[in-house]
């Protein structure tokens, strides 16, 4: 099993539509975990931290799930500016920093 | 601005050859890490360290060796280049666990690795 999976898509959804990426981990002693975005021939940038309670960056939610060891973001609204591929990503240790990333999803937004 | 740079955008190598990827980061930080990126498969770790001289390998380490001197400088070689080594490298580094924003990776532009 993969320690990070994702839903490699590709998401073709139009312009307003909301949209739900799901992220899985092996890992249950994982202590931090981060939803990356990737341009085209562009190196990953982060979207934001996922915290226990949920948290909300304007259009974009992400919620995670320890019980179920799920990662979830959420983006309503969706812009053009919003394809790309979206990276789960998991410190898979609590004391050290191995830091995995899934295989993204990539997201295409359409007029 | 540019914070994490790694020296070589584009490398063409012979099978055999001796490679080497450098990484720099001038904002202090304890850990760095490389990736490797290829279609399908994600960013997939190599090695990563938390300290100078200190290296963990990370999920695919074979054929790869890193090296530490310095806590700014983080080196990737790969002793006998193979064909299945071309892709796409990314160094990054963090704050170290614990800190505040640790954890967030910040990335150089990557270097892309063909070996013929």
């Known amino acids: 099993r993969k320690e990070v999976e994702q839903d490699p898509g590709p998401f073709n959804v139009p312009e307003g539509a909301t949209v739900a990426f799901n992220c899985t981990y092996s890992?249950?002693?994982?202590?931090?975990f981060f939803w990356y975005r990737q341009d085209c021939r562009k190196e990953p940038k982060l979207l934001m931290s996922?915290?226990?309670s949920g948290n909300e960056d304007g259009r974009f939610t992400a919620q995670l799930n320890r019980a179920s060891q799920y990662i979830s973001l959420l983006i309503r609204d969706s812009k053009l500016s919003d394809s790309a591929t979206y990276l789960c990503?998991?410190?898979?240790?609590?004391?050290?920093?191995?830091?995995?990333f899934g295989s993204g999803t990539r997201l295409s937004i359409r007029p | 601005d540019v914070k994490v740079t790694q020296s070589s955008r584009y490398l063409v190598k012979r099978t055999g050859e001796k490679v080497f990827l450098e990484c720099v980061q001038d904002?202090?930080?304890?850990?760095m890490f490389w990736y490797r990126q290829d279609p399908g498969l994600g960013l997939r770790l190599i090695y990563f360290?938390?300290?100078?001289?200190?290296?963990e390998k990370g999920d695919i380490p074979e054929g790869y060796s890193v090296s530490r001197e310095k806590k700014e400088r983080f080196s990737l070689i790969l002793e006998s280049a193979s064909t299945n080594q071309t892709s796409m490298y990314l160094c990054?580094?963090?704050?170290?666990?614990?800190?505040?924003?640790?954890?967030?990776?910040?990335f150089g532009a990557g270097s892309r690795l063909t070996v013929l």
């Open positions: 890992n249950s002693a994982s202590q931090s």
């Open positions: 996922v915290y226990s």
């Open positions: 990054a580094s963090s704050l170290r666990t614990g800190a505040p924003g640790a954890n967030v990776l910040t």
């Open positions: 990503v998991v410190n898979m240790y609590s004391s050290a920093s191995k830091i995995i």
């Open positions: 360290s938390y300290d100078v001289k200190m290296k």
């Open positions: 904002m202090d930080h304890e850990n």
